[in-house]
């Protein structure tokens, strides 16, 4: 596999250009080809130049090779091909207030957390940052957007894959995608989840990258946490707490709680006044969630009228709470599910063949 420009920040890429003998102005000609979400072979650059980097680079690192769209909301849901031939997919999701793509970080994941279909098949390789960044810029340029007027406004860091995982790419893409003269997104208008990794979340509030910090908390107690998620025996729910006092201490940014509602585990009224107890008071907003069913998994959702008297017992005590509406349900909405139908049919395939 070749190396992938949209690695490069604008001053890298101006480095890159002058070791080949080229003028400046030729590294933004580049820059602004490859944020308009154009393939190295179409950006207008001399034919000298073009040729010495696509001996070196990928031509299209991201690209999408399948697109199903939504019967009950119009969500789309992308499925792309990096260029070593691996898959990974995004959710892109209208707002009122904008549109927001849901991107992965990594193929497959290792957090081996039990309602995920991204880590049934475990981890395969971390994504870069230009991988991670050039999800956008591919959506972006699909949905008829550009630099000045962007399709996609808004970003999560949801899909595939743990970031906290991949720290150094995705830090390096949080600052590339919000770098001036490119997609330009503000760091606020961002989402990054993470199960909970202490150390990675200090470390985090220290990049001076004021986006939502978003932790999948879906349980009160470590007992019960570590039920459904094997990280919470490494990192206990104090020790979270406390990496979120620090985050905000660092940013000023409040968190978020991400609290998925999982039928005989974690939402009846007793779950909700524990999770109250421990969050009331914190500058903290509570996102429930009903479970995204995964065939391959035992657990199922919560039904509408246990959510709503979860979220109303948060409401009652003070918490800052919503329900998120679930989109995309038709089309395979949660982490992880596109991807493995599209493994598993292929597999199927292989074997009917032979």
Same mark, same amino acid.
Request: glycine share 10%; with cysteine.
């Given at each position: ?73 119009? +969500? ?28 992965? +970080? ?87 989840? +993470? ?55 660092? +940013? ?103």
């Amino acid at each position: 596999m070749k190396k992938i420009l949209q690695d490069l920040s604008f001053g890298e890429l101006e480095t890159l250009v002058l070791s080949y003998g080229e003028k400046k102005f030729r590294a933004k000609q580049l820059f602004e080809g490859l944020m308009q979400g154009k393939r190295l072979s179409e950006i207008p650059v001399s034919s000298a130049l073009r040729r010495a980097l696509l001996e070196e680079y990928e031509d299209e690192p991201v690209k999408i090779k399948e697109t199903f769209v939504s019967k009950e909301d119009g +969500t789309k849901k992308f499925l792309f091909e990096l260029a070593d031939g691996n898959l990974i997919e995004g959710v892109f999701m209208r707002y009122k207030y904008g549109n927001t793509q849901c991107v992965s +970080t990594q193929v497959g994941c290792r957090m081996g957390c039990k309602f995920c279909a991204s880590t049934l098949g475990g981890l395969v390789r971390n994504l870069t940052a230009g991988e991670i960044l050039g999800q956008i810029l591919a959506v972006n340029r699909s949905e008829g957007g550009t630099l000045k007027d962007r399709a996609v406004t808004n970003a999560v860091l949801m899909g595939s894959g743990e970031p906290f995982d991949n720290y150094e790419n995705v830090v390096k893409f949080l600052k590339n995608v919000s770098a001036e003269g490119g997609i330009c997104m503000s760091p606020r208008n961002i989402s990054l989840s +993470t199960c909970g990794i202490v150390p990675a979340m200090k470390r985090f509030a220290d990049e001076g990258l004021p986006v939502n910090l978003t932790i999948s908390l879906h349980a009160s107690s470590d007992g019960e946490r570590a039920r459904v998620m094997p990280v919470a025996k490494a990192y206990s729910i104090a020790e979270i707490m406390d990496a979120c006092a620090y985050y905000f201490q660092k +940013t000023g940014r409040r968190y978020i709680f991400e609290y998925t509602l999982i039928a005989g585990e974690n939402c009846d009224r007793e779950h909700a006044e524990a999770l109250a107890m421990l969050v009331k008071g914190q500058p903290c907003h509570v996102n429930l969630i009903r479970l995204n069913e995964v065939k391959e998994r035992s657990l199922a959702a919560a039904d509408e009228k246990a959510a709503y008297r979860f979220l109303g017992v948060l409401e009652k005590s003070g918490v800052s709470a919503t329900l998120r509406r679930s989109l995309g349900s038709d089309i395979g909405g949660a982490c992880g599910q596109l991807r493995a139908s599209y493994l598993e049919n292929k597999q199927e395939d292989n074997k009917d063949e032979n």
